[in-house]
């Protein structure tokens, strides 16, 4: 079974960063894709990233391009989310997932894991 554990989340300010980090533990990893996804209170979990995990291809929410940044380091299986130009409409609880099979990368229903999220504030 493969678990994965997010970290980095936090209090920031508006137009500050964080990066949130997510470790993968359990069998042998090679899933297809891994992906962040967000959710805030009162609203549907969304897409933000997706990044292969072979071929390092990423993928991003059009309205967080060039905010945010994917990345993975497939020796230590973590991925991580670099944020920058934080604003308080980022506040959410962020997912990590993970896809082992070729499909799409956006779609919640594609991910075969989870972690169990780490919360994002940002003040204004």
């Known amino acids: 079974q493969v678990q994965l554990v997010e970290s980095g989340g936090g209090l920031v300010q508006a137009g500050g960063s964080l990066r949130l980090s997510c470790a993968a533990s359990?069998?042998?990893?090679?899933?297809?894709?891994m992906d962040w996804f967000r959710q805030a209170p009162g609203k549907d979990r969304e897409f933000v990233a997706a990044?292969?995990?072979?071929?390092?291809?990423?993928w991003y929410a059009d309205s967080l391009k060039g905010r945010f940044t994917i990345s993975r380091d497939n020796a230590k299986n973590t991925v991580y989310l670099q944020m920058n130009s934080l604003k308080p409409e980022d506040s959410a609880v962020y997912f990590c997932a993970a896809a082992m099979r070729l499909g799409s990368v956006v779609a919640t229903y594609r991910m075969d894991y989870w972690g169990k999220g780490t919360l994002v504030t940002v003040s204004s």
């Open positions: 990044i292969t995990w072979s071929g390092g291809s990423t």
């Open positions: 359990g069998r042998t990893f090679s899933p297809y894709v």
